[in-house]
Each structure stands twice: as C-alpha cells, then as structure tokens.
C-alpha cells in the first residue's frame, strides 16, 4: 500500500499527514496536487491556467501508473485520478459538501462552474470505482452510500483523531475578556452569519456587555469574497470591533484559543466530521452545535444541539451557557471523555483493517463506533436537502431554573 499524502494547511492535508504519522511502515507517495486542485475552483474553462492545469493533470497520472500496488488517496478529491489507474486504491471521503453544489442552488461553498462540474463528476466517478472507501463518519457513510450508489460493503468508518498532546486543557489565555468562539472558514455551509445574528441579540439584550466573538481562521479560497459577505454582516448589526477576526493562527496556538473561551459553537449547515468540535471538546471548551451533518454524532451528549436556521435558539443556548456555571463545567467534563474517544492511533488501525480488505480478501469491517457517551449509531442526521425552512422563534434570554 502506498498512502498518497498531500502538502498544505487544509483538513484533507493535516489527515493525510497525520495517518503519513501513525503508519510509519506505510510507503509514501508526497504530491502538492491538493494545493493546486483547491487553486483551479472556479477558473474559466479557455484560462491559461486551466490548460497548464489539463498538462498536470496527464503527467501526474503517468506517475501514479508507475507505482506498484495498491493506492490510498487520503483527498477524495484524488479519487479523480483513480478513473485512469488499474491498480486497486482506497479513498478517504470527508464528506460530499462540493457534490451538494452540484445539486443545490443555495451552495454550501459556492456554485460550480463548467471546468469544476467536470472535475467534481470526475471525483465522484472516482470514488465509485474504488476498491475500498474510509467514511470518516456515519454521516458520510450515508451520503455516500444514498448519494453515489456505492454498496454498503465498500464503504467502512473510521472516525478522525485528535492530538491530546497538543489538544488539552491549559490555563493559557489569548485575550482578557470573556468571548464565544468560532473556529473556521467563512464559506456558506459554516453558517456564520446565523451566529452573528445570534451575537447580535445577545448583545442587544444588554445581559452580556463584555461578551465578544472571536472567529479564527481564513475566509475561505479564491472561489468567491467570503470576507465582504462576513464584513458587510457584522456592519448591518453595528457590531465592529466587538467581533475579533484573526485570520491564521499557528497550531500551536490554537489549543490556548479553545481553552480561552467560554464556549465554541459550530452552527454550521454541513459537516462531513467536524475538526474544532473535537479539538475544542478536547481543550475543555463547552460546544455548541448545529443538529446539521455529523456534529451530532461527533459530539454525542458532550454538546448542546441547535437548529442551524434559528438564530434565536442559537443565542439562548450560548446565554444559557454563559449564566451557568455548572452546566459549562459538567459540559467541560463530558466533552474531555467524548474527545478521548478520538485518537489517530485508533484512526491508523481502523485504516490498516481497510488496507486487509484489499490486500487478504477479508470481509467488509464492521462500522467504527466509539463507545460511551451518546450511541453514535443512534444520532439523527440532517441532510442537506432538509435544512431549508427558516421558523423565528422568540429569545428570552433568561437564567436557567435550578434544580
């Protein structure tokens, strides 16, 4: 087995190098093309870049011909390469967010051109054809199974990791006030204007006055200005300097931003597994999350669990937090053992089981779920199809009875 890792900063890159980690006796094949298949969404068909693109394209196939065995590409995205191979390969799939918008007409990213509606039949074409396909959630197993028509037997879960040597509770504190955290780009499918709508009310209710929210992380590609849409935001709702953007943060410091916080929230309208829930969960930061995708099942009953769509009920979940302490630390406690069920070792070794399937024959695995708290198997999901309606509700934003 060759494990094709990719070179850069997104989640397909940071698994790729993480397994490249805990499977030490896996041969490496390190290619940049992740990089470059991120920069060429929604470039024009007749620009230069798209041919020079084409011209990549062949030679990098011509040198995945030249490895012996079978291949793991750890990018769904590489899948589309597997269309031209012989060799038997494995797929990671993090979710299908860009087969959605091919579908929707509300993208989760932004809506695919005609070179990127190539290439995305190409990836999922691809992914169809693999020998064996890593789901790195129920979630997406099921997507990939309802979605793409892939038997249930091709398709095994193994669940993402998390480093506890760097994810862990710490008393280091990036800032002097008290703020909710976001952690993530600015694309659709995060939803972060519904949680700055919901910071908005629980500014305007007067009960938090020192309260900011702090959003780490780049807006998102070249694809669209994601930042305008966010600025424009935040400037309806007279928010300004009470909403702290820090664009990169070096991964070391991130632990310290979670740990910081009184809560992290995920609003987001499509997770494939969901990185900062676990991370933040891992720091002992109480998170909120969207009833969208995977975060259910990631967080079990480690989390509270909102409708994306409802601003309102977003705010009054993050003031219930905030005016209770004890429900923030019995949220701190469940969250270090949910995490704890999240390790690469386990990640590694459920990986290697799929390698067996292609190289002994051996029986499809059965689905990877972490025992404890919440029966991931029993998580309802919502797909992407049925978060459409937007109901109000009213805000309260009262103090929780005792009991």
Known sequence: MKLVTTAGRGS?????????AHLPDVDLFETDESQRIERQFNRSFWSPETVRSLRVDVGFVRRLRRLEGPLHFPNHHLARYGNFLSVPYVVTVHDLIRYFDLQRRQPFIHRPNLVDRAYLRLDYAGIRRADAIIAVSNTTKADVVECLGVPESRVHVVYEGVDQQRFHPSHARPFDFPYVLFVGSEHPRKNLGELIEAFALLKRSGHHPDLRLVKVGAAGG??????ATTASLIARHGLGPEVVMVDRVHEDALPA????????????????????AVEAMACGSPVVVSSAGS???????AGVVVSPRVPEQLAQAIHTLLVDPQRRAQLREAGLRRAAMFTWEQAAAGTRRVYATLEDGVPAIPTAVPSGAGDLTEEKRVTPTAIGSRTRMGISLVAPQRR
């Open 12 to 20: 397909m890159d940071y698994y790729a190098a993480q397994l490249a």
């Open 222 to 227: 070249t694809e669209s200005d994601f930042r």
């Open 257 to 276: 931003y979670y740990a910081g916080a009184e809560c992290t929230v995920l609003p987001s309208l499509y997770e494939g597994f969901g990185f900062p």
């Open 295 to 301: 975060l259910p099942e990631v967080v079990g009953d």
